[in-house]
C-alpha cells in the first residue's frame, strides 16, 4: 500500500510545456520549451509516497484523466492508505502518473526551481514527509 501525501492547503499547479521545434542544420535540431502553469483540481491527483526497496519512498503522482474508471482507491485516515490501480487495467488516456521530475517539478512565484531542487520522500518521526533539496549549495537546509 501507498501513503497519501494530500495537502489541501496550497493549490496544486501544474507546468504546463509547449515545445516548438526549429532547424539549425540538416543535422541538428534546436528545440525550445516554453512553460506556464494554471490551477488543477486537486481532487484529480493523488501525491504518494510509494515504497521500494528497503525502507526508502518515492514520490509519485496520480492524475484522473477522465472518469472511465478510477486510478486508485483510497481507505483509512491519518494516514490514508492508496492502492494504486494502474495494475488492474489499460490506463492509457484515463490515468498519468509522474514518478520522476520528467513529470513534475518545484514551482514558487512562477520561477520554475527543476534544475535547483530535488524532491525527496523521507521518514520524520512516524511520518513520511516531501523535501525539496537545494542542489546548488550543498549546506542549505531542505
Known amino acids: 500500500m ?3 501525501l494530500r495537502s489541501r492547503i496550497f493549490p496544486f499547479i501544474v507546468a504546463l510545456g509547449v515545445a516548438s521545434l526549429g532547424t539549425l542544420s540538416a543535422s541538428k535540431v534546436a528545440i525550445a520549451v516554453i512553460f506556464g502553469q494554471k490551477e488543477v483540481d486537486q481532487n484529480s491527483f493523488a501525491v504518494l509516497a510509494s515504497p521500494y526497496g528497503s525502507g526508502a519512498y518515492q ?4 492524475e484522473q484523466l477522465n472518469n472511465k474508471r478510477p486510478c486508485w482507491s483510497e481507505s483509512g485516515s491519518n494516514p490514508v492508505i492508496v492502492d494504486p ?3 488492474q487495467f489499460n490506463f492509457t488516456g484515463i490515468c498519468a502518473r509522474s514518478t ?5 517539478s518545484v514551482r514558487m512565484a ?7 531542487e530535488q ?3 523521507v521518514r520524520r518521526d512516524n511520518d513520511l514527509v516531501l523535501i525539496g533539496t537545494d542542489l546548488t549549495d550543498r549546506d542549505a537546509p531542505p
Open 2 to 4: 501507498i501513503t497519501l
Open 59 to 62: 514520490l509519485l503522482i496520480l
Open 110 to 116: 512562477g520561477r520554475d526551481f527543476g534544475l535547483l
Open 119 to 121: 524532491l525527496s520522500v
Open 85 to 87: 490501480l494502474l495494475l
Open 100 to 104: 520522476d521530475s520528467n513529470g513534475y
